[in-house]
Nanobody
């Protein structure tokens, strides 16, 4: 009943920037959003938190991306974006959009590939 679609991934050189976007399509009667965010999974690694933003505009960033990435939201449009600057090789991963409802339900996008390479 909730589908998340990510866009904006691609190939970028070290030091470059990308902006990821995610929009939710909701077909249920009501959905009260607790938070939206981004997670990533690098080759050979477990999926990890990148950044989240709550309905109260509280943000949480992984230490590895603080001061480089910025998360923003538009809950009226049920969307979230991630501005990624100063990209590093270790940022290479599949990035997944996540939505949490106030009832603790979770929804995931299919992921978008970000490759940082020279």
């Amino acid at each position: 009943q909730v589908q998340l679609v990510e866009s904006g991934g691609g190939l970028v050189q070290p030091g470059g920037s990308l902006r990821l976007s995610c929009a939710a399509s909701v077909s249920i009667f009501s959905l009260n959003i607790y938070a939206m965010g981004w997670y990533r999974q690098a080759p050979g690694k477990q999926r990890e938190l990148v950044a989240t933003i709550s309905s109260g505009n509280m943000t949480n960033y992984a230490n590895a991306v603080k001061d480089r990435f910025t998360i923003s939201r538009d809950y009226a449009k049920k969307s979230v974006a991630l501005q990624m600057n100063s990209l590093k090789l270790e940022d290479t991963a599949v990035y997944y959009c996540n939505l949490r409802g106030i009832g603790a339900e979770e929804y995931w996008g299919q992921g978008t590939q970000v490759t940082v390479s020279s």
